[in-house]
């Protein structure tokens, strides 16, 4: 849903060029990035912010058949109703201006990017489309890094060009609609053609205030772009991988729980919580792989309000802290290590527990039991130990 503290708010998308400067048969907003056409990248980042009530793409009329394929099979469903595909013109100016003909009546702010600048964070956005409606008219732009020199034709240094103060422009570029529109009306009056928004609000004598952008909100335009681009969104998909053990001490009087299934036997394990070895090391793998130390970290044995608990709800908390984190369990393996019970029998019930409390597949949760052929303290049945192993990966944006 939209935000309440932002009026109406709309994106446009700039796919219209034509170019195919990367070498390839398509327009560079065509190309895949990890898999996915970069306009449906650039395109989801603006549905996934939920500020815009709707999202024009503007793409080349000769790829809008193309473009709708894409985008339907890369987007939701339901975003797809927020979502006005337009013709582009010549020029990215014209192409912007048809987007800008396209919105809604009633649309009070626009924000206009690149197609090509599909790493653009959501961070960046939300604070280029608050400048808008503070200032009227924002863009994102990074300070001049480099020193820059002035050539002449044949590369002779002329001079060193002072970069206090110089900004490379960058898209989101947000502006009041009615703002916009009068810019645009100028620019054709004056036959100005400008190389992006602020340009022609600039000629109209509109002020723009700029915010800082990110180095990594680049513009594909190259094949160096796009592999640099590649490597991003690999980093930003990374996985995480956890390990975790425990052990309890078999004792007369107790339950024997294991995996969330009480297990017949005369000997149950001891604990301050119901002392599910199993779910500890599984807990323990999760804390682990999220770089949150251990299970006694979060539930401590000293606190009365985790006696005697069942574990399967303190994997329900840890779970609930993944979510938090925007993690969700690749896979989990686990390895119980027991002489007896012998514990076959339950494992099929303990998986379906694990999947169901982490909200995943059965197939994600391997559960294994071994002995050790009677030697050491598991063997000699003092007491259970497991092992457990998960990988955590980023959920879907
Ligand atoms: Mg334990």
């Known amino acids: 849903m939209p935000r309440k503290d932002l009026t109406e708010a709309a994106a446009i998308i700039a796919g219209g060029g034509s170019g195919l400067r990367m070498g390839a048969d398509l327009p560079k907003q065509f190309l895949p990035l990890g898999g996915t056409a970069i306009l449906a990248l650039t395109v989801q980042r603006f549905l996934d912010t939920a500020f815009f009530t709707t999202v ?68 960046i956005i939300e604070k280029c489309l608050r400048a808008t409606e503070q200032s009227g008219a924002a863009i994102t732009a990074i300070p001049v890094r480099d020193t820059l020199k002035e050539a ?17 422009a960058q898209t989101p570029q947000g502006c009041k609609v009615e703002l916009l529109r009068r810019a645009y009306d ?10 992006d ?28 772009d796009l592999a640099l681009a590649e490597g991003l969104t690999r980093k930003r998909q990374m996985m995480k991988i956890g390990h975790g053990f425990d052990a309890h001490r078999l004792v007369p009087g107790r339950p024997l729980i294991l995996g969330g299934e009480h297990i017949p036997c005369e000997l149950g394990l001891d604990g301050h919580s119901d002392a599910d070895v199993l779910i500890h ?9 999220m770089g949150e130390g251990d299970i006694g970290r979060h539930f401590p044995d000293s606190d009365p309000r985790y006696q005697g608990i069942s574990s399967l709800r303190l994997l329900a908390e840890v779970v609930g802290l993944l979510a938090q984190k925007n993690l969700g369990l690749g896979n989990a393996d686990i390895t119980v290590v027991c002489q007896r019970p012998r514990l076959a029998p339950h494992l099929n019930a303990m998986r379906t527990n694990l999947a169901l409390t982490c909200g995943v597949e059965k197939t994600a949760i391997n559960i294994k039991a071994t002995t050790t052929e009677q030697m050491g303290y598991t063997g000699r049945g003092e007491g259970i130990a497991a092992h457990a192993v998960v990988l955590l990966q980023p959920l879907p944006a």
């Open 56 to 123: 024009v793409v503007v793409v080349p009329a000769a790829h809008r058949a193309g473009a709708a394929t894409l985008l339907r099979e890369h987007l939701p469903a339901d975003a797809q109703a927020r979502l006005l595909l337009v013709n582009g013109g010549a020029t990215r100016q014209e192409s912007v201006r048809a987007g800008l003909m396209a919105l809604p009546p009633g649309t009070k702010t626009v924000l206009v990017h690149d197609a090509a600048r599909p790493l653009v964070s959501s961070k």
């Open 186 to 195: 100028l620019a054709d009056r004056d036959n100005f053609l400008g190389t």
């Open 281 to 289: 090391a599984f807990i323990d793998a999760l804390l682990g792989a």
């Open 152 to 168: 002449d034709a044949d590369h002779l240094i002329q001079k060193t060009v002072d970069r206090d103060g110089l900004w490379q």
């Open 197 to 224: 928004e602020a340009s022609l609000l600039e000629h109209a004598g509109i002020p723009v205030v700029i915010v800082e952008g990110s180095e990594h909100n680049f513009k594909i335009t190259r094949p160096d």
